[in-house]
C-alpha cells in the first residue's frame, strides 16, 4: 500500500461540479492499494499516517503528531501510485482491482476514524478534482513493504 500524505491548510474534493468532501488543516491522503495488499498492511499504514510528527510544535520543530494538532484526514483512492511507467503509456495492473481495494480503503478509513480523527473521502473510482493547499510544503511518500 502507497500513500502520498500533504500537510495542508485546507483540501477539497469535487464529483461533476459538487463538492463532496473539504478539509481545514491537517493531511491530504492519496492512497494506493496493491494487488498483494492485506487487512493487516491498511492497518499499518493508518497507524503510521496517524502518528506522523509533523507538525511543528512552539520552537518550529515539527514534533507534534496530527490529533494533538487537531488535524482532520481527506483520503482520496488513487491507483495510479501503483502506475508502472517503464513505457510512455503507464500500466496499472499491480493496482488492485476494486473488489479488494474498496474494503482495504475502507479499513484505512475506519481505522483513523477509530483513532478519534475526522475523516473525509471522496468516492472510490470517481473522475474527482482534488484541490490543496500545501503547508509547508510538507509531503510524504509512505510504503508498507518499507515501513
Do not use: W
Request: proline share 3%.
Amino acid at each position: 500500500m502507497r500513500a502520498v500524505v500533504t500537510r495542508v491548510t485546507e483540501a477539497s474534493v469535487a464529483i461533476d461540479g459538487e463538492l463532496r468532501a473539504s478539509i481545514g488543516h491537517g493531511f491530504l491522503i492519496l492512497l494506493g492499494i496493491h494487488t498483494d495488499d492485506t487487512e493487516e498492511q491498511a492497518k499499518k499504514i493508518a497507524d503510521k499516517i496517524c502518528g506522523l510528527r509533523v507538525f511543528e510544535d512552539e520552537n518550529g520543530k515539527m514534533n507534534i503528531a496530527p490529533a494533538d494538532a487537531g488535524a482532520s484526514l481527506l483520503i482520496v483512492s488513487q491507483f495510479t501510485l501503483y502506475g508502472d511507467c517503464r513505457s510512455r503509456r503507464p500500466g496499472f495492473s499491480h493496482a488492485a482491482r476494486p473488489e479488494t481495494a474498496i474494503p482495504l480503503y475502507e479499513t484505512v478509513i475506519a481505522n483513523c476514524r477509530s483513532r478519534g480523527f475526522r475523516v473525509e473521502t471522496g468516492e472510490f473510482g470517481a473522475d474527482m478534482k482534488v484541490s490543496s493547499v500545501n503547508d509547508g510544503p510538507v509531503t510524504l511518500i509512505l510504503d508498507t513493504n518499507e515501513l
